[in-house]
């Protein structure tokens, strides 16, 4: 089964054509790709994270305004079967991670900023978090420094708790990601590995 969202899109295509101005005859490179590290955070990084303004978008992602998730979709919490306790910390890391389900499985993670620093979690493929990191960086280049809350995401203040809910449809590995800046090319994802 399949489910659609457009929200996130339509402000990101939004942000991207203000953002880009005069720039759209620029051909677009493809995003590189972001290969999750166990690296610490250093200064470095922070600073790459920091001037990082001119991350290309890729604009066929969000031309058709949809995404679509492969892996499953949003259920209510009322169908979850368990509840996975997931704590984000400031040491970039989920825990615990890896997280295991199984194909057919509602599973409800309820997610704890166990941190002081704000967190973000978002539950997506690796294509699907490196678009949101993207995405992402575009709005903190354009000043806006606030993630809402997304069918398969939220943002998260220190000590603060949500809960995502989701049925998984298709066996393979997706990911719990943190893309406040510089947390995800830390390191900051866990693997779901769905088993069949
Ligand atoms: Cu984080």
Request: hydrophobic share 40%; aromatic share 6%.
């Amino acid at each position: 089964m399949r489910h659609t969202k457009t929200t996130t899109s339509i402000v990101a295509l939004g942000l991207v054509l203000s953002a880009c101005g005069a720039e759209t005859a620029v051909t677009v490179p493809t995003l590189p790709p972001v290969i999750a590290t166990t690296m610490p955070m250093n200064d470095t990084a922070m600073d790459d994270m920091a001037t990082e303004d001119s991350m290309p978008m890729d604009m066929d992602e969000h031309a058709d305004d949809e995404h679509v998730f492969e892996f499953g979709e949003p259920a209510d919490a009322s169908s979850a079967a368990r509840i996975i306790d997931v704590s984000t910390l400031d040491t970039f890391r989920f825990t615990p991670d890896p997280i295991t389900v199984k194909v057919g499985e509602t599973v409800t993670f309820r997610i704890t900023n166990d941190g002081n620093v704000p967190h973000d979690v978002v539950l997506d493929d690796m294509a699907g978090q490196d678009a949101h990191e993207a995405e992402m960086a575009e709005m903190v280049a354009s000043g806006n420094m606030t993630m809402a809350d997304e069918e398969n995401g939220f943002a998260l203040l220190a000590g603060e708790s949500k809960a995502l809910t989701w049925t998984f449809t298709e066996a393979g590995t997706v990911f719990l990601g943190c893309h406040q800046p510089g947390h995800y090319a830390a390191g900051m994802i866990a693997s779901v590995i769905v088993e069949p």
